[in-house]
């Protein structure tokens, strides 16, 4: 696909080994499948990190980089694409995820108001994690499934057009 842009704005490997926050994943580090940019690689890399993005945890980059190379998807893509959902973006994407979990499991969606103290928290909580876990659930897995479909349609037209690009040049040359 793009995959000069991509590798203009990918961080170099070697700086990456030498961050401390990655230390813990060890050797695993150093596999080079996690740094190649394939079709599968950065397919599987849009879906763990748009996967990821959904899971209401402050953990979201360790959680998908750890997925990442276990799945031997392209880390550095599964961890940037976390950060789709940030503080700015968080809001809007977990009262979508409540929203859908509340349509699925057919409750009426409740009206709130926001209020910061410790039992509010407690009683909103209280109501709300089963509607709002399986909406992140299902919007982690949509959002997953629909970018790394993207990727592999865009990728193949790429390599169609580029196939026919070539074609051309051949047939012009002879």
């Known amino acids: 696909m793009a995959r000069k842009f991509i590798k203009r704005y990918m961080p170099d490997p070697e700086w ?5 926050s990655l230390q ?5 580090i150093h596999d080079p499948n996690i740094w190649h940019l394939t079709r599968h690689s950065v397919s599987m890399a849009c879906f763990i990190g748009l996967f990821v993005a959904f899971i209401p945890l402050p953990t979201q980059m360790l959680i998908a980089a750890l997925a990442a190379v276990l799945m031997r998807a392209n880390l550095a893509i599964a961890t940037i694409l976390v950060w789709v959902s940030n503080p700015v973006t968080m809001p809007a994407l977990f009262y979508l995820a409540y929203k859908v979990g509340a349509a699925v499991m057919d409750r009426p969606e409740q009206q709130f108001v926001f209020e910061l103290s410790w039992q509010w928290l407690t009683t909103e909580i209280g109501y709300t994690w089963q509607p709002f876990l399986l909406g ?15 990727v592999r349609y865009a990728w193949r037209q790429h390599t169609i057009r580029r196939w026919h690009e070539r074609r051309l040049k051949r047939q012009k040359k002879s």
């Not at 990456?16 to 401390?20: D, E, T």
């Not at 659930?137 to 959002?143: D, E, P, Q, T």
């Open 16 to 20: 990456i080994k030498q961050q401390k």
């Open 24 to 28: 813990l994943l060890g050797n695993w």
């Open 136 to 150: 992140c659930l299902l919007c982690g897995l949509f959002s997953g499934l629909a970018g790394s479909a993207f």
